[in-house]
């Protein structure tokens, strides 16, 4: 069974930065795409930075040239580098696989973390 525990989020103001964490286990990590996806509040879930196994990136346009995706295979952890954040940023963050896991016939997802930035 795979489990993915975020970290890292909390209370910044705009054009402050928070780095995030993910840990995953339970799933062979290095070979998988991994991505941080985010939801707003009244809004579908999003993905905004996705790394391969071999470490291209690829960011969403509201995010490109602030964020800053990366993974570390030996630790089995993904990380979310956030600079220069927004109001709009102000989200529920979590990482998962791209596409996202299954498991129970349902898509699994960690219980994300918080990111909230004032203005």
């Known amino acids: 069974q795979v489990r993915l525990v975020e970290s890292g989020g909390g209370l910044v103001q705009a054009g402050g930065a928070l780095r995030l964490s993910c840990a995953v286990s339970g799933s062979i990590f290095s070979i998988n795409t991994m991505g941080w996806y985010r939801q707003a509040p009244g809004k579908q879930r999003e993905l905004v930075a996705r790394?391969?196994?071999?470490?291209?990136?690829l960011y969403a346009d509201s995010v490109k040239a602030r964020f800053t995706i990366s993974r570390d295979n030996a630790k089995n952890t993904v990380s979310l580098q956030m600079n220069s954040l927004k109001p709009e940023d102000t989200a529920v963050y979590y990482c998962?696989?791209?596409?996202?896991?299954?498991?129970?016939?349902?898509?699994?997802w960690g219980q994300g973390t918080q990111v909230t930035v004032s203005s």
């Open positions: 998962n696989r791209v596409p996202e896991w299954v498991q129970g016939g349902r898509l699994y």
């Open positions: 790394i391969t196994s071999g470490g291209s990136t």
